[in-house]
């Protein structure tokens, strides 16, 4: 059995070649935005490695005290 997409080709579900229905441009649009966040999410995540580590020590060792957990277990 062949799948509907490849079945449709280029036809979205208006029936027009190339056009795409309200809810693909949204669909797309919505996966843009993910992309986008994951993309700053990973930047940041990159370039903020040290002082994100070093925020979530101080807030274990404020909650809890002293833990066997060091920097090099997280960093």
């Known amino acids: 059995m062949i799948s509907s997409f490849i079945f449709m080709g280029n036809w979205g579900k208006t029936g ?3 056009q795409k229905s309200g809810e693909e441009q ?5 996966l843009k935005k993910d992309s ?3 993309m700053t999410l990973t930047r940041v995540l990159n370039q903020d490695e040290a002082k994100i580590c070093e925020v979530w020590m101080r807030g274990i060792h404020q909650a809890e005290g ?3 957990l060091q920097m090099v277990f997280i960093y």
Not at 26 to 30: Q, S
């Open 66 to 68: 002293q833990t066997v």
């Open 16 to 18: 027009q070649p190339g």
């Open 36 to 38: 986008q966040r994951r």
């Open 26 to 30: 949204e669909g797309f649009y919505l």
